[in-house]
Protein backbone atom coordinates (compact mmCIF):
# COMPACT_ATOMS: atom_id res chain seq x y z
CA UNK A 1 0.00 0.00 0.00
CA UNK A 2 1.12 3.43 -0.76
CA UNK A 3 1.53 6.56 1.82
CA UNK A 4 0.25 8.71 -1.24
CA UNK A 5 -2.86 6.80 -1.60
CA UNK A 6 -3.75 8.45 1.92
CA UNK A 7 -6.18 10.66 1.97
CA UNK A 8 -5.75 14.07 4.08
CA UNK A 9 -9.29 13.15 5.63
CA UNK A 10 -7.80 10.15 7.33
CA UNK A 11 -4.67 12.22 8.11
CA UNK A 12 -6.60 14.77 10.10
CA UNK A 13 -8.47 11.54 11.76
CA UNK A 14 -5.78 10.18 12.74
CA UNK A 15 -4.36 13.78 14.15
CA UNK A 16 -7.07 14.39 16.22
CA UNK A 17 -7.42 11.50 17.73
CA UNK A 18 -3.46 11.88 19.43
CA UNK A 19 -6.10 14.05 21.54
CA UNK A 20 -8.84 12.03 23.10
CA UNK A 21 -8.39 13.91 26.23
CA UNK A 22 -9.54 17.64 24.79
CA UNK A 23 -12.84 18.09 24.34
CA UNK A 24 -16.02 20.61 25.01
CA UNK A 25 -14.95 20.30 28.67
CA UNK A 26 -11.86 21.69 28.28
CA UNK A 27 -11.51 25.32 27.89
CA UNK A 28 -8.07 26.48 28.94
CA UNK A 29 -4.61 26.23 27.66
CA UNK A 30 -6.04 23.72 24.78
CA UNK A 31 -3.21 22.61 22.03
CA UNK A 32 -2.69 25.35 19.13
CA UNK A 33 -2.35 21.94 16.94
CA UNK A 34 -6.40 21.43 17.49
CA UNK A 35 -7.03 24.86 15.86
CA UNK A 36 -7.44 24.96 11.64
CA UNK A 37 -4.30 26.86 11.14
CA UNK A 38 -2.41 23.97 13.41
CA UNK A 39 -4.39 21.49 11.50
CA UNK A 40 -3.10 23.05 8.48
CA UNK A 41 0.23 23.10 9.75
CA UNK A 42 0.52 19.48 10.71
CA UNK A 43 -0.79 17.82 7.96
CA UNK A 44 0.91 20.64 5.08
CA UNK A 45 -1.81 22.02 3.68
CA UNK A 46 -3.43 25.42 2.90
CA UNK A 47 -5.33 26.61 5.74
CA UNK A 48 -8.70 26.75 3.07
CA UNK A 49 -8.18 23.11 2.55
CA UNK A 50 -8.35 22.19 6.10
CA UNK A 51 -11.18 24.53 6.66
CA UNK A 52 -13.07 22.25 4.03
CA UNK A 53 -12.06 19.12 5.00
CA UNK A 54 -12.96 20.04 8.96
CA UNK A 55 -16.28 21.08 7.43
CA UNK A 56 -16.71 17.89 5.90
CA UNK A 57 -15.92 15.83 8.88
CA UNK A 58 -18.31 18.10 10.66
CA UNK A 59 -21.40 17.24 8.45
CA UNK A 60 -21.07 13.83 8.72
CA UNK A 61 -20.85 13.79 12.73
CA UNK A 62 -17.00 12.76 12.93
CA UNK A 63 -15.86 15.88 14.24
CA UNK A 64 -17.04 18.77 16.64
CA UNK A 65 -15.77 22.18 17.55
CA UNK A 66 -15.86 24.41 20.32
CA UNK A 67 -14.37 27.81 21.71
CA UNK A 68 -11.66 27.67 23.46
CA UNK A 69 -8.36 29.47 25.03
CA UNK A 70 -5.69 28.55 23.13
CA UNK A 71 -2.02 27.57 24.98
CA UNK A 72 0.30 31.21 24.92
CA UNK A 73 -2.46 33.11 22.78
CA UNK A 74 -4.84 35.75 24.56
CA UNK A 75 -7.76 34.83 22.73
CA UNK A 76 -10.50 32.53 22.24
CA UNK A 77 -10.24 30.69 19.14
CA UNK A 78 -11.93 27.24 17.67
CA UNK A 79 -10.43 23.84 18.02
CA UNK A 80 -11.63 20.69 17.07
CA UNK A 81 -12.01 16.86 18.73
CA UNK A 82 -13.63 13.80 17.42
CA UNK A 83 -16.78 12.46 18.05
CA UNK A 84 -17.90 9.09 18.46
CA UNK A 85 -18.11 8.28 15.18
CA UNK A 86 -14.76 10.07 14.45
CA UNK A 87 -12.93 7.88 17.44
CA UNK A 88 -14.28 4.77 15.72
CA UNK A 89 -12.94 5.13 12.51
CA UNK A 90 -9.86 6.68 13.28
CA UNK A 91 -9.41 3.32 15.42
CA UNK A 92 -10.14 1.56 12.46
CA UNK A 93 -7.31 3.99 10.25
CA UNK A 94 -5.00 2.51 12.88
CA UNK A 95 -5.58 -1.09 13.03
CA UNK A 96 -5.33 -0.81 9.06
CA UNK A 97 -2.12 1.45 8.78
CA UNK A 98 -0.06 -0.35 11.74
CA UNK A 99 -1.30 -4.10 9.87
CA UNK A 100 0.43 -2.90 6.84
CA UNK A 101 3.42 -2.00 8.49
CA UNK A 102 2.79 1.80 8.55
CA UNK A 103 3.97 4.29 10.84
CA UNK A 104 1.32 6.41 12.36
CA UNK A 105 3.55 9.23 13.66
CA UNK A 106 5.03 8.83 10.26
CA UNK A 107 2.00 9.61 8.21
CA UNK A 108 1.31 13.20 10.01
CA UNK A 109 3.84 15.61 10.87
CA UNK A 110 7.71 15.29 10.72
CA UNK A 111 9.07 18.13 12.53
CA UNK A 112 7.17 16.31 15.76
CA UNK A 113 8.69 12.65 15.35
CA UNK A 114 11.97 11.78 16.56
CA UNK A 115 14.35 11.78 13.01
CA UNK A 116 16.20 8.69 14.32
CA UNK A 117 12.90 6.54 15.02
CA UNK A 118 11.16 7.63 12.17
CA UNK A 119 14.66 6.73 9.96
CA UNK A 120 14.45 3.72 11.45
CA UNK A 121 11.01 3.03 10.68
CA UNK A 122 11.15 3.53 6.66
CA UNK A 123 12.31 0.76 4.14
CA UNK A 124 14.97 1.25 2.52
CA UNK A 125 13.37 2.73 -0.63
CA UNK A 126 11.45 5.15 1.05
CA UNK A 127 14.48 6.59 2.97
CA UNK A 128 15.81 7.38 -0.01
CA UNK A 129 12.66 8.94 -0.64
CA UNK A 130 12.78 10.67 2.40
CA UNK A 131 16.73 11.84 1.55
CA UNK A 132 16.34 13.26 -1.61
CA UNK A 133 13.06 15.22 -0.59
CA UNK A 134 14.84 16.56 2.31
CA UNK A 135 17.52 17.66 0.38
CA UNK A 136 15.68 19.81 -1.58
CA UNK A 137 15.59 23.48 -0.77
CA UNK A 138 13.34 24.53 -2.90
CA UNK A 139 9.40 23.78 -3.14
CA UNK A 140 9.35 20.75 -5.54
CA UNK A 141 5.63 18.54 -7.37
CA UNK A 142 5.01 15.91 -5.31
CA UNK A 143 5.20 13.53 -8.66
CA UNK A 144 8.77 14.14 -9.72
CA UNK A 145 9.95 11.88 -6.71
CA UNK A 146 8.66 8.32 -5.83
CA UNK A 147 6.01 6.91 -4.04
CA UNK A 148 6.29 6.30 -0.34
CA UNK A 149 4.92 2.92 1.39
CA UNK A 150 5.84 3.46 5.28
CA UNK A 151 5.62 7.21 5.26
CA UNK A 152 4.06 10.88 3.93
CA UNK A 153 5.95 13.43 2.71
CA UNK A 154 4.79 16.97 3.48
CA UNK A 155 2.64 18.26 0.25
CA UNK A 156 0.31 20.90 -0.21
CA UNK A 157 -2.49 21.98 -1.79
CA UNK A 158 -1.26 22.47 -4.44
CA UNK A 159 1.03 19.16 -5.08
CA UNK A 160 4.14 20.60 -3.63
CA UNK A 161 6.85 19.25 -1.24
CA UNK A 162 7.51 21.89 1.02
CA UNK A 163 9.53 21.11 3.77
CA UNK A 164 11.07 23.63 6.46
CA UNK A 165 14.85 24.08 6.91
CA UNK A 166 14.73 23.01 10.18
CA UNK A 167 12.76 19.87 9.69
CA UNK A 168 15.21 19.09 6.55
CA UNK A 169 18.35 19.73 8.35
CA UNK A 170 17.04 17.33 11.39
CA UNK A 171 16.86 14.31 9.06
CA UNK A 172 19.90 15.09 6.85
CA UNK A 173 22.15 15.02 10.19
CA UNK A 174 20.56 11.90 11.26
CA UNK A 175 22.05 10.11 6.96
CA UNK A 176 24.43 8.99 6.01
CA UNK A 177 27.32 11.31 4.36
CA UNK A 178 27.85 9.60 1.23
CA UNK A 179 23.94 9.55 1.02
CA UNK A 180 23.45 12.92 1.23
CA UNK A 181 26.15 13.89 -1.53
CA UNK A 182 24.15 11.17 -3.61
CA UNK A 183 20.98 13.16 -3.16
CA UNK A 184 22.24 16.19 -3.82
CA UNK A 185 24.02 14.95 -6.81
CA UNK A 186 20.47 13.67 -7.82
CA UNK A 187 18.92 17.22 -7.30
CA UNK A 188 21.64 18.81 -9.47
CA UNK A 189 20.78 16.79 -12.25
CA UNK A 190 17.04 17.52 -11.64
CA UNK A 191 17.44 21.21 -12.20
CA UNK A 192 18.93 20.25 -15.26
CA UNK A 193 16.32 17.87 -16.59
CA UNK A 194 13.25 20.64 -15.41
CA UNK A 195 15.13 23.44 -16.43
CA UNK A 196 15.45 25.05 -13.14
CA UNK A 197 17.14 27.93 -11.10
CA UNK A 198 20.70 27.77 -11.76
CA UNK A 199 21.79 29.01 -8.50
CA UNK A 200 20.22 25.86 -6.55
CA UNK A 201 21.59 23.42 -9.40
CA UNK A 202 25.10 25.37 -8.40
CA UNK A 203 24.03 24.60 -4.56
CA UNK A 204 23.41 20.91 -5.21
CA UNK A 205 26.83 20.10 -7.41
CA UNK A 206 28.65 22.01 -4.66
CA UNK A 207 26.96 19.41 -1.90
CA UNK A 208 27.64 16.66 -4.16
CA UNK A 209 31.23 16.76 -4.24
CA UNK A 210 31.58 17.61 -7.95
CA UNK A 211 33.84 20.17 -7.53
CA UNK A 212 34.78 20.55 -11.20
CA UNK A 213 31.89 21.06 -12.01
CA UNK A 214 30.54 23.33 -10.18
CA UNK A 215 33.40 25.44 -10.42
CA UNK A 216 33.18 25.33 -14.81
CA UNK A 217 29.09 26.11 -14.06
CA UNK A 218 29.61 29.24 -12.06
CA UNK A 219 32.45 30.65 -14.40
CA UNK A 220 30.81 29.63 -17.81
CA UNK A 221 27.33 31.29 -15.89
CA UNK A 222 29.00 33.70 -14.47
CA UNK A 223 27.01 37.04 -15.86
CA UNK A 224 23.87 35.02 -14.50
CA UNK A 225 24.77 34.95 -11.58
CA UNK A 226 25.61 38.58 -11.23
CA UNK A 227 22.50 39.72 -12.63
CA UNK A 228 21.00 38.50 -8.95
CA UNK A 229 24.11 38.67 -6.30
CA UNK A 230 23.13 37.64 -2.98
CA UNK A 231 23.77 36.61 0.54
CA UNK A 232 22.97 32.88 -0.04
CA UNK A 233 24.60 32.72 -3.66
CA UNK A 234 27.85 34.04 -1.71
CA UNK A 235 27.50 31.55 0.93
CA UNK A 236 27.35 28.61 -1.54
CA UNK A 237 30.75 29.71 -3.46
CA UNK A 238 32.11 30.34 -0.33
CA UNK A 239 31.49 26.73 0.73
CA UNK A 240 32.43 25.22 -2.71
CA UNK A 241 35.61 23.55 -2.39
CA UNK A 242 37.50 24.87 -5.46
CA UNK A 243 40.52 22.88 -7.62
CA UNK A 244 43.65 25.16 -7.91
CA UNK A 245 43.30 25.73 -11.88
CA UNK A 246 39.86 27.68 -10.97
CA UNK A 247 41.02 29.42 -7.63
CA UNK A 248 41.63 32.97 -9.50
CA UNK A 249 38.38 32.90 -11.08
CA UNK A 250 36.19 31.77 -8.44
CA UNK A 251 38.03 34.45 -6.32
CA UNK A 252 36.91 37.15 -9.15
CA UNK A 253 33.37 36.02 -9.49
CA UNK A 254 33.22 35.84 -5.31
CA UNK A 255 34.48 38.96 -4.58
CA UNK A 256 32.03 40.86 -7.57
CA UNK A 257 29.12 39.31 -5.37
CA UNK A 258 30.33 40.30 -1.88
CA UNK A 259 31.11 43.84 -3.42
CA UNK A 260 27.36 43.94 -4.20
CA UNK A 261 26.04 42.30 -0.66
CA UNK A 262 28.55 44.85 1.15
CA UNK A 263 30.07 41.65 2.71
CA UNK A 264 33.27 43.81 4.25
CA UNK A 265 34.77 40.68 5.79
CA UNK A 266 34.24 38.22 2.78
CA UNK A 267 35.83 41.44 0.43
CA UNK A 268 39.27 41.52 2.69
CA UNK A 269 39.38 38.07 2.42
CA UNK A 270 39.38 37.71 -1.78
CA UNK A 271 40.96 40.96 -2.11
CA UNK A 272 44.07 39.04 0.00
CA UNK A 273 43.82 35.92 -2.13
CA UNK A 274 43.66 37.70 -5.42
CA UNK A 275 46.70 39.71 -4.24
CA UNK A 276 48.61 36.12 -4.34
CA UNK A 277 47.41 36.25 -7.81
CA UNK A 278 48.77 39.54 -8.81
CA UNK A 279 45.53 40.31 -9.56
CA UNK A 280 44.93 43.85 -10.45
CA UNK A 281 41.46 43.29 -8.92
CA UNK A 282 43.01 42.79 -5.71
CA UNK A 283 43.47 46.59 -5.09
CA UNK A 284 40.03 47.09 -6.66
CA UNK A 285 38.07 44.97 -4.14
CA UNK A 286 40.29 46.32 -1.28
CA UNK A 287 39.31 49.98 -1.69
CA UNK A 288 35.42 49.10 -2.13
CA UNK A 289 35.95 47.93 1.11
CA UNK A 290 37.89 50.42 2.83
CA UNK A 291 34.59 52.90 1.13
CA UNK A 292 31.92 50.98 3.00
CA UNK A 293 34.44 50.68 5.97
CA UNK A 294 34.42 54.66 5.87
CA UNK A 295 38.04 54.42 5.30
CA UNK A 296 37.44 56.29 1.74
CA UNK A 297 40.97 58.01 2.17
CA UNK A 298 42.83 54.76 2.27
CA UNK A 299 40.76 53.51 -0.71
CA UNK A 300 41.99 56.87 -2.88
CA UNK A 301 45.77 56.56 -1.83
CA UNK A 302 45.96 52.78 -2.58
CA UNK A 303 43.66 53.21 -5.87
CA UNK A 304 45.31 55.89 -7.34
CA UNK A 305 48.94 54.93 -6.82
CA UNK A 306 47.69 51.93 -8.36
CA UNK A 307 46.06 53.57 -11.40
CA UNK A 308 49.46 55.42 -11.68
CA UNK A 309 50.57 52.43 -12.48
CA UNK A 310 48.11 50.67 -14.75
CA UNK A 311 45.49 53.30 -16.32
CA UNK A 312 42.81 50.74 -16.22
CA UNK A 313 39.25 51.89 -16.11
CA UNK A 314 38.29 49.33 -13.08
CA UNK A 315 40.78 51.61 -11.34
CA UNK A 316 39.39 54.87 -12.40
CA UNK A 317 35.85 54.38 -11.29
CA UNK A 318 37.31 53.19 -7.81
CA UNK A 319 39.33 55.70 -7.38
CA UNK A 320 36.36 58.86 -8.50
CA UNK A 321 34.38 56.44 -6.06
CA UNK A 322 36.51 57.24 -3.13
CA UNK A 323 36.54 60.92 -3.90
CA UNK A 324 33.43 61.00 -4.03
CA UNK A 325 32.70 59.97 -0.63
CA UNK A 326 35.36 62.23 0.48
CA UNK A 327 33.46 65.22 -1.17
CA UNK A 328 36.17 65.82 -3.76
CA UNK A 329 33.45 65.58 -6.66
CA UNK A 330 35.25 67.76 -9.29
CA UNK A 331 38.32 65.52 -9.24
CA UNK A 332 36.59 62.46 -9.07
CA UNK A 333 34.70 63.70 -12.54
CA UNK A 334 38.03 63.66 -14.22
CA UNK A 335 38.22 59.79 -13.23
CA UNK A 336 34.77 58.93 -14.36
CA UNK A 337 35.24 60.27 -17.79
CA UNK A 338 38.66 58.70 -18.13
CA UNK A 339 36.81 55.23 -17.34
CA UNK A 340 34.12 56.40 -19.57
CA UNK A 341 36.72 57.05 -22.64
CA UNK A 342 38.23 53.69 -21.84
CA UNK A 343 35.16 51.46 -21.48
CA UNK A 344 33.97 52.94 -24.70
CA UNK A 345 36.96 52.83 -26.55
CA UNK A 346 36.98 49.09 -25.70
CA UNK A 347 33.31 48.57 -26.54
CA UNK A 348 32.17 47.30 -22.97
CA UNK A 349 29.16 49.38 -21.34
CA UNK A 350 28.87 46.30 -18.67
CA UNK A 351 29.36 49.25 -15.60
CA UNK A 352 27.56 52.14 -17.72
CA UNK A 353 24.90 51.67 -14.56
CA UNK A 354 27.67 52.29 -12.39
CA UNK A 355 29.11 55.13 -14.08
CA UNK A 356 25.84 56.44 -14.27
CA UNK A 357 24.78 56.33 -10.41
CA UNK A 358 28.60 58.07 -9.88
CA UNK A 359 27.74 61.26 -12.05
CA UNK A 360 24.69 61.03 -10.14
CA UNK A 361 26.41 61.32 -6.96
CA UNK A 362 28.64 64.08 -8.36
CA UNK A 363 25.40 65.98 -9.24
CA UNK A 364 24.11 65.71 -6.12
CA UNK A 365 27.14 67.08 -4.35
CA UNK A 366 26.57 69.94 -6.48
CA UNK A 367 22.94 70.41 -5.64
CA UNK A 368 21.75 69.35 -8.72
CA UNK A 369 19.00 67.03 -8.04
CA UNK A 370 17.45 67.15 -11.53
CA UNK A 371 20.56 66.42 -13.14
CA UNK A 372 21.02 63.68 -10.73
CA UNK A 373 17.86 62.01 -11.51
CA UNK A 374 18.40 61.88 -14.95
CA UNK A 375 21.57 60.08 -14.29
CA UNK A 376 19.86 57.32 -12.03
CA UNK A 377 16.72 57.05 -14.72
CA UNK A 378 19.94 56.77 -17.41
CA UNK A 379 21.39 53.75 -14.65
CA UNK A 380 18.15 52.11 -13.98
CA UNK A 381 17.70 51.62 -17.91
CA UNK A 382 20.97 50.06 -18.37
CA UNK A 383 21.15 47.98 -15.08
CA UNK A 384 20.43 44.21 -15.32
CA UNK A 385 21.31 43.21 -11.91
CA UNK A 386 17.73 43.00 -10.04
CA UNK A 387 19.30 43.68 -6.90
CA UNK A 388 21.40 46.73 -8.20
CA UNK A 389 18.10 48.04 -9.64
CA UNK A 390 15.96 47.75 -6.10
CA UNK A 391 19.15 50.04 -5.11
CA UNK A 392 18.75 52.47 -7.84
CA UNK A 393 15.14 52.42 -7.03
CA UNK A 394 15.29 53.13 -3.69
CA UNK A 395 18.15 56.32 -4.49
CA UNK A 396 15.42 58.05 -6.88
CA UNK A 397 13.23 57.80 -4.10
CA UNK A 398 14.90 59.81 -1.80
CA UNK A 399 16.41 62.14 -4.32
CA UNK A 400 12.71 63.07 -5.01
CA UNK A 401 11.41 62.97 -1.56
CA UNK A 402 14.84 65.84 -0.68
CA UNK A 403 16.30 63.67 1.89
CA UNK A 404 19.72 65.08 3.05
CA UNK A 405 22.70 63.08 3.28
CA UNK A 406 21.61 60.34 1.25
CA UNK A 407 24.34 57.32 1.03
CA UNK A 408 24.78 56.39 -2.86
CA UNK A 409 27.68 53.34 -2.44
Same mark, same amino acid.
Given at each position: ?272 ? /???? $? %?? *? =?????? +? &? ?33 ? /???? $? %?? *? =?????? +? &? ?70
Amino acid at each position: MSTDSITIRERLLLHLSRFPEYDPSEIYNIPFDLTQDGIASVLGISRAHASLELKKLRESDKVGEWLAHIKLSGSKRKAYYLLEDGIREADLLKKRFLSDGISIETLLDMKRCDPNLMWGTLNDADRETFGLACTFREPIIRTTIPNTTTGIIPTDHEGYVRISEDVRKKYLDVADEAKIKEWHSRAADWYVDNGGDIQERLYHLSCSGRDSESAKFLIKNADRFLENPNEDLLDIVSKMKVPPKYNENILSIRAKIATHCGNIEDMIFCSDR /LAEY $R %SP *E =AVIVRA +E &ADILSGNAEKAYKDAFAAYNEKHSPGLALVTAKAL /LSLG $R %SE *E =AEKFVS +E &AVKTFMDSGDVSRADEIMVMKAYAAYSRGKNDECLSYLNKALRSCKKDAYRAQINDLISKVREGKANIRFF
